[in-house]
């Protein structure tokens, strides 16, 4: 079973900083890209950033120079880290991941979705 884990979500007041962090747990072959998305309320879900396996990271036009994404292989942990944060950042934020599992199928599996309130 497959299990992507998040955590680092909280309230921070506006120009602040929140890094969150997600990692993935079971028994897989290996991971490809990881991501981030968020749904603020009223509103649908949008990618925020994507990290592939290799190659170029993608960012949303709405957090480019803000947010910074990254993973590290070995520990099948993907960050995000928030800088400079705006009131319309807040939203529930998910990280996914697409899993190739050991009969070489891959899904795309999603964490439990971490609440960020930025607010004074």
């Known amino acids: 079973q497959v299990q992507l884990v998040e955590s680092g979500g909280g309230l921070v007041q506006p120009g602040g900083s929140l890094r969150l962090s997600c990692a993935a747990s079971?028994?897989?072959?290996?991971?490809?890209?990881m991501a981030w998305y968020r749904q603020a309320p009223g509103k649908q879900r949008e990618v925020v950033a994507v990290?592939?396996?290799?190659?170029?990271?993608n960012y949303a036009d709405s957090v480019k120079g803000r947010f910074t994404i990254s993973r590290d292989n070995a520990k099948n942990t993907v960050w995000l880290q928030m800088n400079s944060l705006k009131p319309e950042d807040t939203a529930v934020y998910y990280c996914?991941?697409?899993?190739?599992?050991?009969?070489?199928?891959?899904?795309?599996?999603w964490g439990q979705g971490t609440k960020v309130t930025v607010s004074s």
């Open positions: 996914s991941a697409d899993i190739r599992l050991p009969c070489l199928t891959t899904n795309r599996y």
């Open positions: 079971g028994t897989f072959f290996s991971i490809a890209a």
């Open positions: 990290i592939p396996s290799s190659g170029s990271i």
